[in-house]
C-alpha cells in the first residue's frame, strides 16, 4: 500500500495518517474546551511534543495560537 501511495500520490501513509490526525485536532481545538494534552491523546499522537512538532510544521503556528485565532 504505501509503495502505491509513495508512486502514485508522492506520499506515504504516515504522511497521510498525520494529517487525518490534525483535521482532526483542528475541529477538537475550536469547539472543545479539551487541554492540548487531551486532544493530543485524541488524535491519536504519541507525544505532546510530536503532536506541536507536526502541528506548527503544517501550520506555522502552535495548536494554543491556532485555538486562539479561532475563537475570535
Known sequence: MNSILEEYYFTSFAEELEKVRLRLS???????????LQISCECGFKSLSTFQRSF?????????EY??????
Open 56 to 64: 506548527v510544521k503544517y501550520n506555522g503556528i502552535s495548536p494554543t
Open 67 to 72: 485555538r486562539n485565532i479561532k475563537k475570535r
Open 26 to 36: 483542528y475541529t477538537l481545538l475550536k469547539i472543545t474546551k479539551l487541554t492540548i
